[in-house]
């Protein structure tokens, strides 16, 4: 009988601390992502930072965990930490993805 009770016990703290962890609205739900950075010269550098804003308003600098890419390749490439390269001249999309949520900013090369 003390071990029922006790099983109850545990079965109803782990119930209640189930309810007081959910939320209808999480902090950690990002609604968007917006890329920024200036434009590097060909054969130059430039890093490049994601900032995620939350569901509840806050912001979180996600640029070293997000996932990053360029729309063409041939003008400009991009590390997985941000920092674009300058490959040849042109106009070129580079974009960031944190948790399923994309940005990206448009940027034009110059030799």
Do not use: K
Not at 5 to 31: D, E, K, N, Q
């Amino acid at each position: 009988m003390q071990r029922q009770r006790t099983y109850v016990a545990i079965l109803c703290g782990m119930a209640l601390f189930a309810i007081g962890c959910s939320s209808s609205t999480s902090p950690t739900t990002v609604s968007s992502v917006t890329v920024t950075g200036t434009a590097p010269a060909v054969g130059a550098t430039s890093q490049f930072t994601a900032t995620a804003t939350m569901g509840d308003g806050t912001t979180q600098n996600v640029t070293s965990q997000a996932a990053w890419t360029t729309s063409n390749a041939s003008i400009a490439s991009v590390s997985s930490t941000g920092v674009v390269t300058g490959v040849g001249a042109g106009s070129v999309s580079v974009a960031a993805v944190y948790q399923s949520v994309s940005g990206s900013d448009a940027i034009v090369l110059v030799p």
